[in-house]
């Protein structure tokens, strides 16, 4: 049970860091050239932060379908080292479904037990 209470705060924050993530990229493309390396590097270190979030998780709740929600958070860290960062986009939205298949998951357990 509290293996499900941890999914569902984690799923809660790495979602948002997803969103925020995804967002920035999509706004790179719009950048002048001289900012964009900048601005690759910032969302660098915010997905990294992001990734750590994921192996806490995982080493918590000991759910290995956290797996899938750090491997599209590395394809979308190449595609930004790359040069293509808006491509990695479509990886981050395919880990924000994972992470939001987990976090129904953990919602389903609790409401079954009445904790929510």
């Known amino acids: 049970m509290k293996e499900a209470i941890i999914a569902l ?9 997803l969103i925020w993530a995804s967002q920035t990229i999509d706004i790179l493309g719009s950048l002048p050239e001289e900012q964009k390396k900048g601005a690759e590097r910032t969302i660098q270190v915010f997905l990294n932060m992001i990734s750590q979030e994921v192996a ?4 918590v ?8 929600v750090q491997g599209h958070i590395e394809k979308a860290l190449i595609m930004i080292s790359s040069g293509v960062g808006q491509e990695g986009v479509v990886h981050l939205s395919r880990a924000l479904s994972s992470v939001t298949s987990i976090a129904q998951q953990s919602m389903s357990l609790l409401k079954e037990r009445d904790l929510l």
Request: proline content about 0%; charged content about 35%.
């Open 9 to 17: 705060a984690q799923s809660e924050k790495v979602k948002a860091g």
């Open 56 to 59: 806490l998780a995982k080493a």
């Open 61 to 68: 709740t000991r759910q290995e379908s956290w797996d899938s």
